[in-house]
C-alpha cells in the first residue's frame, strides 16, 4: 500500500489486451474486471495515467501475415474484437488508448512515444495474457530502460502454471512483482 504513496509522478499504468473477446475467455472474467477497475480508480485518484492498450487490425486485417503463427490462428476467431478494438472498461477522457498490431504493446504502437512525451520513467502493468503482452512488454520495456511493476493478480493465462512460473522466476528479474493491494488500490 505504501508503494504507491511514494511519489511517483513518473508512472502510468498500462492495461493491456482488456478486451471483450480475450477477457471472456477467462474463467472469472468478471472478479478479474473488477480488479482492473479498482487499480484503474486508484491510478486515477493520484494522478497517474492510465492507458489502455488493445490489440487491433484494419479491416481485412492486412498487418497479419500468414507466417505470423499467433496472429493469423486467432483472425478467424476474434475477428470482430480485433477489427474494431477498444477495451472492455470504458476509458476516461483523460486516458489513452493505444491501439498495437502485435504481442508487445511497444511492437507496432505509438506507445514509446506517448510515454516518452509524458516524461514517463515507470510502468505498471496488468494484461491478459501473462505469457504474451505483459512478458513481452516486460521484455522490451527493459531494453528501452523504463522501471516496471508488474501487478500480479492484474495479470491473467489461460495456463496457470505458466503464469505461476512467470511470476515467481522469470519477470522478477526485471520487474518488482506486487499485488494490486500492495500496489496500493
Known sequence: MEYMLQARSKSALLIMDVQDGILQRLEEPEKYLARIKKSVAAARAKSIPVIFVVVGFRPGFPEISPRNKSFSALKGSMGSVMSNPKPSLAPAK?????????????????????????????????????????????????????????????????????????????LPRQAAILTAKEWGS
Open 94 to 170: 483523460e486516458d489513452i488508448v493505444v491501439v498495437k498490431h502485435r504481442v508487445s504493446a511497444f511492437s507496432g504502437s505509438d506507445l514509446e512515444v506517448i510515454l516518452r512525451s509524458l516524461g514517463i520513467e515507470h510502468l505498471i502493468l496488468g494484461g491478459i495474457a501473462t505469457s504474451g503482452v505483459v512478458l513481452s512488454t516486460v521484455r522490451e520495456a527493459a531494453d528501452k530502460d523504463f522501471e516496471m511493476t508488474v501487478l500480479s493478480d492484474l495479470c491473467a493465462d489461460f495456463d496457470e502454471q505458466v503464469h505461476a512460473v512467470l511470476m515467481e522466476k522469470v
